[in-house]
Protein backbone atom coordinates (compact mmCIF):
# COMPACT_ATOMS: atom_id res chain seq x y z
CA UNK A 1 0.00 0.00 0.00
CA UNK A 2 1.47 3.09 -0.91
CA UNK A 3 1.38 6.57 1.02
CA UNK A 4 0.09 9.62 -0.81
CA UNK A 5 1.69 12.72 -0.91
CA UNK A 6 0.89 15.29 1.58
CA UNK A 7 -1.32 17.87 0.72
CA UNK A 8 -0.59 21.26 1.51
CA UNK A 9 -2.89 21.16 4.65
CA UNK A 10 -1.05 18.75 5.30
CA UNK A 11 2.46 20.26 4.78
CA UNK A 12 1.40 23.77 6.68
CA UNK A 13 0.67 21.53 9.41
CA UNK A 14 3.88 20.02 9.34
CA UNK A 15 5.71 23.38 8.52
CA UNK A 16 3.72 24.46 12.17
CA UNK A 17 4.98 21.12 14.10
CA UNK A 18 8.88 21.56 13.04
CA UNK A 19 8.55 25.67 14.23
CA UNK A 20 7.20 24.12 17.53
CA UNK A 21 10.20 21.85 17.78
CA UNK A 22 12.69 24.34 17.15
CA UNK A 23 11.14 26.97 19.85
CA UNK A 24 11.25 23.67 21.77
CA UNK A 25 14.93 23.16 21.24
CA UNK A 26 15.60 26.55 21.46
CA UNK A 27 14.04 27.22 25.07
CA UNK A 28 15.52 23.79 26.36
CA UNK A 29 19.21 25.46 25.60
CA UNK A 30 17.90 28.72 27.40
CA UNK A 31 17.37 26.55 29.66
CA UNK A 32 20.29 24.84 30.18
CA UNK A 33 22.39 28.15 29.98
CA UNK A 34 20.34 29.82 32.89
CA UNK A 35 20.65 26.62 35.42
CA UNK A 36 24.37 26.42 34.55
CA UNK A 37 24.41 30.75 35.27
CA UNK A 38 22.36 29.59 38.31
CA UNK A 39 24.43 26.72 39.41
CA UNK A 40 28.13 29.40 38.98
CA UNK A 41 25.68 32.01 40.78
CA UNK A 42 25.26 29.75 43.68
CA UNK A 43 28.52 28.76 44.26
CA UNK A 44 29.88 32.39 43.81
CA UNK A 45 27.42 33.73 46.28
CA UNK A 46 28.34 30.50 49.04
CA UNK A 47 32.04 31.59 48.49
CA UNK A 48 31.01 35.63 49.44
CA UNK A 49 29.00 34.35 52.25
CA UNK A 50 31.75 31.85 53.64
CA UNK A 51 33.92 35.32 53.57
CA UNK A 52 31.27 36.89 54.91
CA UNK A 53 31.07 34.28 57.63
CA UNK A 54 34.73 34.35 58.25
CA UNK A 55 35.16 38.44 58.68
CA UNK A 56 32.25 38.27 61.04
CA UNK A 57 33.28 35.20 63.17
CA UNK A 58 36.99 36.08 62.88
CA UNK A 59 36.62 39.51 65.23
CA UNK A 60 34.74 37.37 67.53
CA UNK A 61 37.21 34.61 68.57
CA UNK A 62 39.79 37.31 68.69
CA UNK A 63 37.62 39.09 71.50
CA UNK A 64 36.86 35.68 73.13
CA UNK A 65 40.72 35.06 72.93
CA UNK A 66 42.84 33.79 76.14
CA UNK A 67 44.61 37.26 76.75
CA UNK A 68 41.43 38.63 77.88
CA UNK A 69 41.94 37.52 81.46
CA UNK A 70 45.33 39.33 81.65
CA UNK A 71 44.08 42.57 80.15
CA UNK A 72 45.48 45.83 81.74
CA UNK A 73 44.67 49.33 81.82
CA UNK A 74 47.23 50.34 79.40
CA UNK A 75 45.61 48.36 76.59
CA UNK A 76 42.04 48.37 77.17
CA UNK A 77 41.95 51.66 75.31
CA UNK A 78 43.50 50.39 72.49
CA UNK A 79 41.26 47.25 72.66
CA UNK A 80 37.93 49.43 72.40
CA UNK A 81 39.65 51.02 69.51
CA UNK A 82 39.93 47.66 68.00
CA UNK A 83 36.55 46.08 68.67
CA UNK A 84 34.96 49.20 67.05
CA UNK A 85 36.82 48.57 63.70
CA UNK A 86 35.06 46.71 61.02
CA UNK A 87 38.77 46.28 59.39
CA UNK A 88 39.75 43.02 60.12
CA UNK A 89 43.10 43.03 59.36
CA UNK A 90 43.97 45.54 61.71
CA UNK A 91 42.29 43.60 64.91
CA UNK A 92 44.14 40.60 63.73
CA UNK A 93 47.28 42.13 64.07
CA UNK A 94 45.97 44.13 67.26
CA UNK A 95 45.58 40.36 68.84
CA UNK A 96 48.80 39.13 67.41
CA UNK A 97 50.63 42.12 69.22
CA UNK A 98 48.80 41.52 72.26
CA UNK A 99 49.30 37.79 72.13
CA UNK A 100 53.05 38.31 71.46
CA UNK A 101 53.33 40.59 74.73
CA UNK A 102 54.66 38.88 78.07
CA UNK A 103 52.41 40.50 80.08
CA UNK A 104 49.15 39.70 78.70
CA UNK A 105 50.62 36.03 77.72
CA UNK A 106 49.52 32.66 80.18
CA UNK A 107 53.24 31.87 79.61
CA UNK A 108 55.80 34.36 79.07
CA UNK A 109 58.52 31.87 78.35
CA UNK A 110 56.90 30.44 75.38
CA UNK A 111 55.64 34.06 73.75
CA UNK A 112 59.66 35.10 74.43
CA UNK A 113 61.32 31.90 72.50
CA UNK A 114 58.23 32.50 69.53
CA UNK A 115 58.90 36.60 69.71
CA UNK A 116 61.24 36.95 66.27
CA UNK A 117 58.45 35.10 64.37
CA UNK A 118 55.35 36.45 66.16
CA UNK A 119 55.35 39.51 63.20
CA UNK A 120 54.43 36.91 60.71
CA UNK A 121 50.65 35.94 61.30
CA UNK A 122 50.13 31.92 61.40
CA UNK A 123 47.65 31.56 59.46
CA UNK A 124 45.82 34.18 56.96
CA UNK A 125 43.15 36.21 58.42
CA UNK A 126 40.51 34.40 56.00
CA UNK A 127 38.95 31.18 58.11
CA UNK A 128 37.97 28.32 56.12
CA UNK A 129 34.97 27.17 58.40
CA UNK A 130 33.94 24.62 56.42
CA UNK A 131 33.15 23.20 52.88
CA UNK A 132 30.23 22.60 50.70
CA UNK A 133 30.32 19.56 47.73
CA UNK A 134 30.55 21.21 44.27
CA UNK A 135 31.85 24.59 45.96
CA UNK A 136 34.62 26.56 43.22
CA UNK A 137 38.13 24.97 43.35
CA UNK A 138 37.24 21.75 45.78
CA UNK A 139 38.43 18.75 44.01
CA UNK A 140 38.42 15.69 46.68
CA UNK A 141 40.41 12.78 44.90
CA UNK A 142 38.17 9.79 44.62
CA UNK A 143 38.13 7.39 46.96
CA UNK A 144 36.35 4.01 46.44
CA UNK A 145 36.34 2.33 49.91
CA UNK A 146 37.25 -1.32 49.74
CA UNK A 147 38.93 -1.14 46.41
CA UNK A 148 41.70 -4.08 45.81
CA UNK A 149 43.84 -1.74 43.59
CA UNK A 150 45.19 1.17 46.36
CA UNK A 151 45.37 3.80 43.47
CA UNK A 152 42.12 3.09 42.68
CA UNK A 153 41.03 3.17 46.12
CA UNK A 154 42.65 6.80 46.59
CA UNK A 155 45.10 7.94 49.12
CA UNK A 156 43.17 9.52 52.27
CA UNK A 157 43.67 13.07 52.46
CA UNK A 158 42.76 15.20 55.31
CA UNK A 159 45.53 17.60 55.15
CA UNK A 160 44.54 21.79 55.29
CA UNK A 161 47.77 22.68 53.70
CA UNK A 162 47.39 24.83 51.15
CA UNK A 163 48.49 21.95 48.72
CA UNK A 164 46.10 19.66 49.48
CA UNK A 165 43.34 21.50 51.17
CA UNK A 166 40.97 21.23 47.83
CA UNK A 167 42.04 17.85 47.78
CA UNK A 168 40.70 16.71 51.23
CA UNK A 169 38.62 13.61 50.97
CA UNK A 170 38.58 12.81 54.70
CA UNK A 171 36.76 15.24 57.41
CA UNK A 172 38.73 15.29 60.44
CA UNK A 173 42.65 15.62 61.43
CA UNK A 174 45.61 12.80 61.25
CA UNK A 175 46.80 11.76 64.76
CA UNK A 176 43.70 10.79 66.58
CA UNK A 177 44.27 13.08 70.02
CA UNK A 178 47.01 13.88 69.33
CA UNK A 179 45.78 15.96 66.70
CA UNK A 180 45.10 18.62 69.69
CA UNK A 181 48.60 18.53 70.70
CA UNK A 182 49.80 19.41 67.02
CA UNK A 183 47.45 22.45 66.83
CA UNK A 184 48.83 23.56 70.31
CA UNK A 185 52.56 23.03 69.39
CA UNK A 186 51.46 25.40 65.47
CA UNK A 187 49.60 27.94 68.19
CA UNK A 188 53.05 28.41 70.19
CA UNK A 189 54.82 28.26 67.05
CA UNK A 190 56.64 25.21 68.15
CA UNK A 191 55.91 23.68 65.01
CA UNK A 192 55.59 25.12 61.48
CA UNK A 193 51.75 24.79 60.64
CA UNK A 194 52.95 23.38 56.67
CA UNK A 195 54.86 21.18 58.02
CA UNK A 196 54.76 17.80 56.31
CA UNK A 197 57.07 14.32 57.26
CA UNK A 198 60.11 13.11 55.76
CA UNK A 199 59.23 9.48 55.17
CA UNK A 200 62.64 8.11 54.45
CA UNK A 201 63.54 4.87 56.47
CA UNK A 202 59.86 4.24 57.80
CA UNK A 203 58.71 1.49 55.93
CA UNK A 204 57.07 -1.29 58.38
CA UNK A 205 59.33 -3.83 59.29
CA UNK A 206 57.37 -6.61 58.11
CA UNK A 207 55.43 -7.24 55.13
CA UNK A 208 51.46 -7.43 55.96
CA UNK A 209 49.59 -8.01 53.01
CA UNK A 210 47.73 -7.24 51.01
CA UNK A 211 44.68 -9.41 52.21
CA UNK A 212 41.00 -10.72 50.36
CA UNK A 213 40.05 -9.05 53.30
CA UNK A 214 40.96 -5.50 52.61
CA UNK A 215 38.82 -5.43 49.05
CA UNK A 216 35.69 -5.80 50.99
CA UNK A 217 34.39 -1.92 51.91
CA UNK A 218 32.24 -3.62 54.94
CA UNK A 219 34.80 -6.32 56.30
CA UNK A 220 37.39 -3.72 57.36
CA UNK A 221 35.44 0.00 58.16
CA UNK A 222 37.49 1.63 61.28
CA UNK A 223 41.08 1.91 59.88
CA UNK A 224 42.58 2.28 56.54
CA UNK A 225 44.16 -1.14 55.57
CA UNK A 226 47.05 0.75 53.11
CA UNK A 227 47.89 3.14 55.92
CA UNK A 228 51.25 1.09 56.83
CA UNK A 229 52.37 1.33 53.21
CA UNK A 230 51.32 4.65 52.00
CA UNK A 231 55.40 5.69 51.35
CA UNK A 232 55.44 2.71 48.77
CA UNK A 233 51.92 2.71 47.11
CA UNK A 234 51.29 6.39 47.09
CA UNK A 235 55.26 7.28 45.99
CA UNK A 236 53.81 9.44 43.11
CA UNK A 237 51.55 11.64 45.10
CA UNK A 238 53.85 12.59 47.46
CA UNK A 239 56.37 13.11 45.23
CA UNK A 240 53.70 15.64 43.56
CA UNK A 241 53.44 17.16 47.20
CA UNK A 242 49.83 15.60 48.11
CA UNK A 243 50.31 15.59 52.04
CA UNK A 244 49.57 11.94 52.93
CA UNK A 245 49.98 10.41 56.06
CA UNK A 246 50.65 7.01 57.12
CA UNK A 247 48.04 5.91 59.83
CA UNK A 248 49.83 2.94 60.66
CA UNK A 249 53.58 1.79 61.93
CA UNK A 250 55.06 -1.43 62.53
CA UNK A 251 58.19 -1.69 63.98
CA UNK A 252 60.85 -4.20 66.26
CA UNK A 253 61.21 -4.09 69.77
CA UNK A 254 62.84 -5.80 72.97
CA UNK A 255 60.55 -5.80 75.96
CA UNK A 256 61.18 -6.20 79.54
CA UNK A 257 58.29 -7.21 82.07
CA UNK A 258 58.99 -8.20 85.71
CA UNK A 259 56.37 -11.13 85.66
CA UNK A 260 58.00 -12.80 82.37
CA UNK A 261 61.49 -12.53 84.35
CA UNK A 262 60.05 -14.07 87.18
CA UNK A 263 58.53 -16.74 84.45
CA UNK A 264 61.24 -17.50 83.46
CA UNK A 265 62.85 -17.71 87.07
CA UNK A 266 60.10 -19.93 87.98
CA UNK A 267 60.52 -22.30 84.88
CA UNK A 268 56.99 -21.33 83.18
CA UNK A 269 58.91 -19.87 80.23
CA UNK A 270 62.14 -21.35 78.65
CA UNK A 271 64.98 -19.14 76.94
CA UNK A 272 65.19 -20.65 73.15
CA UNK A 273 67.31 -17.43 72.55
CA UNK A 274 64.79 -16.14 69.48
CA UNK A 275 61.50 -15.12 71.29
CA UNK A 276 62.93 -15.27 75.11
CA UNK A 277 66.47 -14.00 74.01
CA UNK A 278 67.93 -14.47 78.01
CA UNK A 279 67.37 -15.62 81.76
CA UNK A 280 66.27 -12.18 82.62
CA UNK A 281 62.78 -12.86 79.74
CA UNK A 282 63.73 -10.34 77.47
CA UNK A 283 61.00 -10.92 74.80
CA UNK A 284 61.74 -9.98 70.97
CA UNK A 285 58.31 -8.77 69.51
CA UNK A 286 57.29 -6.93 66.38
CA UNK A 287 55.06 -4.03 67.63
CA UNK A 288 52.55 -2.01 65.45
CA UNK A 289 50.72 0.98 66.30
CA UNK A 290 47.42 1.57 64.41
CA UNK A 291 45.36 5.38 63.75
CA UNK A 292 41.55 5.52 63.56
CA UNK A 293 40.24 5.68 60.21
CA UNK A 294 36.56 5.65 59.77
CA UNK A 295 34.66 4.61 56.63
CA UNK A 296 31.45 6.20 57.64
CA UNK A 297 29.08 4.50 56.00
CA UNK A 298 30.63 1.20 56.60
CA UNK A 299 30.67 2.14 60.67
CA UNK A 300 27.04 3.21 60.36
CA UNK A 301 26.15 -0.29 59.41
CA UNK A 302 28.34 -2.05 61.86
CA UNK A 303 26.44 -0.09 64.85
CA UNK A 304 23.21 -0.38 62.71
CA UNK A 305 22.41 3.55 62.65
CA UNK A 306 21.59 5.88 59.14
CA UNK A 307 24.36 7.49 58.36
CA UNK A 308 22.59 10.77 58.84
CA UNK A 309 22.22 9.97 62.65
CA UNK A 310 25.61 8.88 62.61
CA UNK A 311 27.14 12.01 61.67
CA UNK A 312 24.89 14.12 63.39
CA UNK A 313 25.81 12.56 66.77
CA UNK A 314 29.26 12.96 66.07
CA UNK A 315 28.97 16.86 65.20
CA UNK A 316 26.90 17.53 68.32
CA UNK A 317 28.95 15.57 70.76
CA UNK A 318 32.26 16.73 69.70
CA UNK A 319 31.25 20.57 70.34
CA UNK A 320 30.24 21.18 66.24
CA UNK A 321 34.12 20.17 65.82
CA UNK A 322 33.80 18.94 62.27
CA UNK A 323 31.32 21.12 60.71
CA UNK A 324 32.18 18.47 57.66
CA UNK A 325 30.76 16.25 58.74
CA UNK A 326 27.31 17.68 58.22
CA UNK A 327 28.02 19.84 55.37
CA UNK A 328 29.84 17.44 53.64
CA UNK A 329 28.11 14.05 53.20
CA UNK A 330 30.18 13.30 50.00
CA UNK A 331 33.45 12.54 52.31
CA UNK A 332 32.72 9.59 53.47
CA UNK A 333 36.21 8.95 55.57
CA UNK A 334 36.59 10.49 59.12
CA UNK A 335 39.49 10.59 61.14
CA UNK A 336 38.26 10.57 64.69
CA UNK A 337 40.02 12.59 67.57
CA UNK A 338 40.40 9.09 69.71
CA UNK A 339 42.66 6.51 70.69
CA UNK A 340 43.94 4.00 68.65
CA UNK A 341 45.72 0.88 69.13
CA UNK A 342 48.61 -0.96 69.23
CA UNK A 343 49.54 -4.54 67.98
CA UNK A 344 52.49 -7.33 69.93
CA UNK A 345 53.31 -10.33 67.81
CA UNK A 346 55.35 -12.73 69.33
CA UNK A 347 56.44 -15.16 66.49
CA UNK A 348 56.76 -14.63 62.92
CA UNK A 349 54.50 -11.69 61.72
CA UNK A 350 53.45 -13.58 58.80
CA UNK A 351 52.24 -16.78 60.42
CA UNK A 352 48.95 -14.61 61.93
CA UNK A 353 47.58 -15.20 58.07
CA UNK A 354 48.67 -19.07 57.84
CA UNK A 355 45.61 -20.69 58.96
CA UNK A 356 48.30 -24.10 59.45
CA UNK A 357 49.86 -22.36 62.37
CA UNK A 358 48.56 -21.84 65.77
CA UNK A 359 47.06 -18.50 67.16
CA UNK A 360 46.84 -17.29 70.43
CA UNK A 361 45.11 -14.33 71.05
CA UNK A 362 44.81 -11.45 73.36
CA UNK A 363 42.48 -8.24 72.91
CA UNK A 364 43.70 -5.59 75.88
CA UNK A 365 41.81 -2.54 76.69
CA UNK A 366 43.30 -0.11 78.45
CA UNK A 367 43.45 0.11 82.14
CA UNK A 368 46.05 2.29 82.61
CA UNK A 369 46.21 1.94 86.50
CA UNK A 370 46.89 -2.14 86.78
CA UNK A 371 48.11 -2.49 83.06
CA UNK A 372 50.98 0.29 84.50
CA UNK A 373 50.37 1.27 87.71
CA UNK A 374 49.47 -2.47 89.19
CA UNK A 375 45.94 -1.23 90.99
CA UNK A 376 44.81 -4.74 92.03
CA UNK A 377 41.40 -3.44 91.74
CA UNK A 378 40.84 -5.56 88.66
CA UNK A 379 42.65 -8.23 86.77
CA UNK A 380 43.64 -6.23 83.96
CA UNK A 381 47.01 -6.32 84.50
CA UNK A 382 47.00 -10.00 84.90
CA UNK A 383 45.19 -10.53 82.41
CA UNK A 384 47.54 -9.07 79.98
CA UNK A 385 50.36 -10.78 81.19
CA UNK A 386 48.83 -13.86 81.43
CA UNK A 387 48.13 -13.03 77.42
CA UNK A 388 51.44 -12.34 76.64
CA UNK A 389 53.34 -15.49 78.58
CA UNK A 390 50.52 -17.67 76.28
CA UNK A 391 51.70 -15.84 73.18
CA UNK A 392 55.41 -16.68 73.70
CA UNK A 393 54.41 -20.35 74.94
CA UNK A 394 52.38 -20.60 71.33
CA UNK A 395 55.32 -18.80 69.36
CA UNK A 396 57.98 -21.09 71.19
CA UNK A 397 55.83 -24.24 70.10
CA UNK A 398 56.04 -22.95 65.97
CA UNK A 399 53.03 -21.27 66.15
CA UNK A 400 52.21 -17.61 66.63
CA UNK A 401 51.04 -14.76 69.19
CA UNK A 402 49.23 -11.30 69.06
CA UNK A 403 48.22 -8.88 71.69
CA UNK A 404 45.88 -6.15 70.72
CA UNK A 405 45.73 -3.29 72.71
CA UNK A 406 42.97 -1.14 72.60
CA UNK A 407 43.00 2.80 73.86
CA UNK A 408 39.63 2.61 75.45
CA UNK A 409 40.33 3.32 79.16
CA UNK A 410 38.19 2.71 81.11
CA UNK A 411 35.53 0.93 79.01
CA UNK A 412 36.15 3.54 76.99
CA UNK A 413 34.35 5.92 79.62
CA UNK A 414 37.74 7.77 80.36
CA UNK A 415 39.81 7.43 84.00
CA UNK A 416 37.88 10.22 85.79
CA UNK A 417 34.41 8.12 85.35
CA UNK A 418 36.41 5.00 86.21
CA UNK A 419 37.90 6.56 89.39
CA UNK A 420 34.50 8.30 90.29
CA UNK A 421 32.69 4.78 90.11
CA UNK A 422 35.25 3.39 92.55
CA UNK A 423 34.41 6.03 95.24
CA UNK A 424 30.86 5.09 94.66
CA UNK A 425 31.74 1.43 95.13
CA UNK A 426 33.83 1.73 97.57
CA UNK A 427 31.28 4.22 99.99
CA UNK A 428 28.22 2.03 98.95
CA UNK A 429 26.20 0.93 102.00
CA UNK A 430 26.84 -2.48 102.71
CA UNK A 431 29.93 -2.41 101.05
CA UNK A 432 31.66 -3.06 97.36
CA UNK A 433 29.80 -6.01 96.12
CA UNK A 434 30.15 -7.89 93.03
CA UNK A 435 26.31 -7.25 93.05
CA UNK A 436 26.03 -3.61 92.49
CA UNK A 437 29.28 -3.64 90.14
CA UNK A 438 27.58 -2.83 86.71
CA UNK A 439 25.39 -0.59 88.31
CA UNK A 440 27.62 1.64 89.55
CA UNK A 441 29.04 2.81 86.63
CA UNK A 442 25.35 2.59 85.05
CA UNK A 443 24.64 5.25 87.80
CA UNK A 444 27.45 7.78 86.91
CA UNK A 445 27.95 6.93 83.02
CA UNK A 446 24.59 6.25 81.59
CA UNK A 447 25.99 2.57 80.39
CA UNK A 448 27.83 0.26 81.81
CA UNK A 449 30.21 -0.31 79.01
CA UNK A 450 30.91 2.02 75.73
CA UNK A 451 33.67 -0.27 74.05
CA UNK A 452 31.08 -1.41 71.35
CA UNK A 453 33.42 -4.17 70.42
CA UNK A 454 31.78 -4.01 66.79
CA UNK A 455 34.70 -2.64 65.24
CA UNK A 456 37.31 -4.48 66.76
CA UNK A 457 37.79 -7.50 64.66
CA UNK A 458 38.60 -4.98 61.91
CA UNK A 459 42.26 -5.24 62.81
CA UNK A 460 42.65 -8.68 63.05
CA UNK A 461 41.03 -9.16 59.38
CA UNK A 462 43.80 -6.45 58.38
CA UNK A 463 45.76 -8.95 59.63
CA UNK A 464 44.77 -11.48 57.24
CA UNK A 465 43.69 -13.75 60.53
CA UNK A 466 41.31 -16.78 59.38
CA UNK A 467 40.97 -18.34 62.44
CA UNK A 468 42.00 -18.57 66.42
CA UNK A 469 43.16 -20.80 68.00
CA UNK A 470 43.27 -19.96 71.97
CA UNK A 471 41.33 -16.55 73.19
CA UNK A 472 42.83 -15.63 76.82
CA UNK A 473 39.46 -13.82 77.50
CA UNK A 474 36.37 -13.65 79.30
CA UNK A 475 34.58 -11.47 77.26
CA UNK A 476 31.62 -12.51 75.75
CA UNK A 477 31.52 -9.30 73.95
CA UNK A 478 34.95 -9.61 72.14
CA UNK A 479 34.30 -13.36 71.36
CA UNK A 480 30.60 -12.33 69.94
CA UNK A 481 32.23 -10.21 67.44
CA UNK A 482 35.17 -12.09 66.69
CA UNK A 483 33.40 -14.80 65.87
CA UNK A 484 30.62 -12.82 64.07
CA UNK A 485 32.64 -11.32 62.01
CA UNK A 486 33.65 -14.29 59.88
CA UNK A 487 36.91 -15.67 62.47
CA UNK A 488 36.27 -18.99 64.52
CA UNK A 489 37.40 -18.94 67.63
CA UNK A 490 38.53 -22.69 68.63
CA UNK A 491 38.88 -21.87 72.36
CA UNK A 492 38.76 -19.40 74.88
CA UNK A 493 41.32 -19.50 77.91
CA UNK A 494 39.91 -17.59 81.45
CA UNK A 495 42.64 -15.98 84.06
CA UNK A 496 43.62 -19.13 86.38
CA UNK A 497 42.21 -18.33 89.39
CA UNK A 498 45.99 -18.23 90.90
CA UNK A 499 46.46 -14.87 89.12
CA UNK A 500 43.87 -12.43 90.42
CA UNK A 501 44.49 -10.08 92.61
CA UNK A 502 43.02 -10.61 95.89
CA UNK A 503 40.26 -6.96 95.54
CA UNK A 504 39.55 -7.64 91.80
CA UNK A 505 37.23 -11.26 92.83
CA UNK A 506 34.18 -8.82 92.98
CA UNK A 507 35.08 -7.70 89.41
CA UNK A 508 35.43 -11.23 87.86
CA UNK A 509 32.53 -12.74 90.10
CA UNK A 510 30.04 -10.13 88.49
CA UNK A 511 31.40 -10.53 85.04
CA UNK A 512 30.77 -14.28 85.68
CA UNK A 513 27.06 -13.67 86.90
CA UNK A 514 26.44 -11.47 83.81
CA UNK A 515 27.76 -13.87 81.30
CA UNK A 516 30.94 -13.77 81.05
CA UNK A 517 33.10 -16.71 80.40
CA UNK A 518 34.33 -18.69 82.82
CA UNK A 519 35.10 -22.17 83.96
CA UNK A 520 33.99 -21.66 87.55
CA UNK A 521 30.14 -20.74 88.44
CA UNK A 522 29.74 -17.12 90.68
CA UNK A 523 28.09 -17.73 93.86
CA UNK A 524 24.29 -17.86 93.76
CA UNK A 525 24.69 -14.48 96.03
CA UNK A 526 26.62 -11.66 94.37
CA UNK A 527 26.22 -9.45 97.51
CA UNK A 528 28.50 -11.74 99.31
CA UNK A 529 31.51 -10.86 97.25
CA UNK A 530 32.82 -7.81 98.57
CA UNK A 531 35.80 -6.20 97.72
CA UNK A 532 38.52 -4.38 100.48
CA UNK A 533 37.45 -0.79 102.08
CA UNK A 534 39.76 1.63 101.92
CA UNK A 535 40.52 0.94 105.89
CA UNK A 536 41.72 -2.19 104.85
CA UNK A 537 44.02 -0.22 102.71
CA UNK A 538 44.86 2.53 105.64
CA UNK A 539 46.24 -0.44 108.04
ZN1 LIG B 1 41.53 -2.64 85.06
Known amino acids: ?70 RTFAYDKDREHNEDSDDVE ?50 PIPLIWGHSNPHTRGPIVASRIPSSMKLRNAVGAHGGAYSIYRALAIAIRELDAAHTPNLHNTEPVCKIGPFPSWNDPECIVSLDPWGHVIMDVYKDELAK ?44 VTKGAVEPVWFLPGIAKRFQVDETTLRRALFEDTGGMYPELIT ?156 GSGIPILERVPIPADMLPPDSQVEIDAKIASGYFSHSAAPADLSTTKGRTWDDINH
Open 241 to 284: GIDIRPTIAITKAHMKLLEVEEAVRKGRLVVDGKIVVNDLGDLM
Open 90 to 139: SSTESFKKRSASPLHSPNPKIVASSNNSAQQPIYTSRVVLTTYPGQAGIT
Open 328 to 483: RPDLKVFLPPIGGLSIYIMGPPEYLSDPSKVLTLRVHDECNGSDVFGSDICTCRPYLIYGIEEAVKTAQNGGVGLIVYFRKEGRALGEVTKYLVYNARKRAEGGDTAKNYFLRTENIAGVKDMRFQATMPDVLHWLGIKKIDRMISMSNMKYDAIV
Open 1 to 70: MSVPPPNDETKALLGQLLGLVSQLQTSQAELTKQVSEYQKRTNRALDSLQQRVAEVVLPIVTAESPTRPY
